[in-house]
């Protein structure tokens, strides 16, 4: 419990990586009484928090049984990816054209923190806003809207089956991936970015 009341964004961040990482069960109920004495704060902004989440669509909500985790099954996982090979390479494209020194910097300093990361929990986190990152460029909020929706959704696929498996290694399809962006070279960056994301 917190001292000081928290804002519903911030509540539902906490509770979405929890989703995403597996503490929460997939098809748990989300119940609004305990949110509110969990995070001390009373049942509006966790009542905003839930609607947050399913807007997120990491959360579901079904009438007479309330909000559920989301549960996904292995062909919504296989639909995840496959959306992700379609729209990120599309997005890498559009990102190469518009790149600056400044964001490239910011990729960098990402790709290393995957590196650098001790634990599975950090390496993931991290590769989501690596792999987001190297997209924003585009300049594209309703396509990097819905990209960032599907790598929350893939996330949990990690957790689930790579995470007690998970070994610190420095990756080289990011390394590859920048570089290329750096040298303007959009199809090799998009072509690399589908194999990697092809591996998971």
């Given at each position: 419990?917190t001292d000081l009341p928290m804002k519903p964004a911030d509540i539902a961040e906490i509770l979405a990586e929890e989703i995403i990482r597996g503490d929460i069960a997939q098809g748990a ?172």
């Open positions: 419990m109920r989300l119940a609004q009484d305990h949110i509110a004495e969990r995070f001390n704060c009373s049942h509006v902004p966790a009542r905003e928090a839930l609607q947050r989440l399913v807007q997120l669509e990491l959360a579901t909500f079904i009438p007479k049984r309330g909000v559920r985790a989301f549960s996904l099954t292995a062909e919504d996982q296989d639909d995840i990816l496959e959306m992700r090979l379609a729209l990120e390479p599309l997005a890498l494209r559009k990102a190469v054209a518009k790149i600056t020194p400044a964001s490239l910097q910011q990729m960098e300093l990402l790709r290393l923190a995957c590196d650098d990361a001790k634990d599975p929990i950090s390496w993931e986190k991290a590769n989501r806003q690596f792999h987001l990152e190297i997209l924003k460029p585009c300049a594209r909020p309703l396509l990097l809207g819905r990209i960032e929706q599907l790598q929350r959704l893939s996330a949990q696929k990690f957790h689930a089956r790579w995470r007690e498996t998970w070994r610190s290694t420095s990756d080289n399809d990011h390394v590859a991936i920048l570089q290329a962006m750096e040298e303007r070279k959009a199809d090799t960056a998009s072509a690399i970015l589908r194999r990697h994301l092809s591996r998971g």
